[in-house]
């Protein structure tokens, strides 16, 4: 599995907005109910893996919000 794919499937599951919501303090706590649905969806795919496609996700998802917020100004 490959993290882009993990990171495809993450926004196309929660929405790019509740991945922000939920992870968007920094603090790695957040992201525990997440990372056990990873875990589910991905069974086969490697800890870092999963890690790096929340990463990659919750990146696309801030630049989405950021690119919102500035459409609105």
Do not use: N, W
């Amino acid at each position: 599995m490959r993290p882009v794919q993990i990171a495809e499937a993450l926004i196309a599951s929660e929405g790019a907005a509740a991945l922000t919501d939920l992870c968007g303090s920094g603090r790695k706590g957040d992201a525990a109910p997440l990372r056990v649905v990873m875990m589910r969806m991905f069974p086969e795919a490697a800890y870092d893996e999963l890690e790096a496609g929340l990463q990659l996700a919750l990146t696309i998802a801030q630049l989405d919000r950021a690119e919102r917020d500035a459409m609105r100004h």
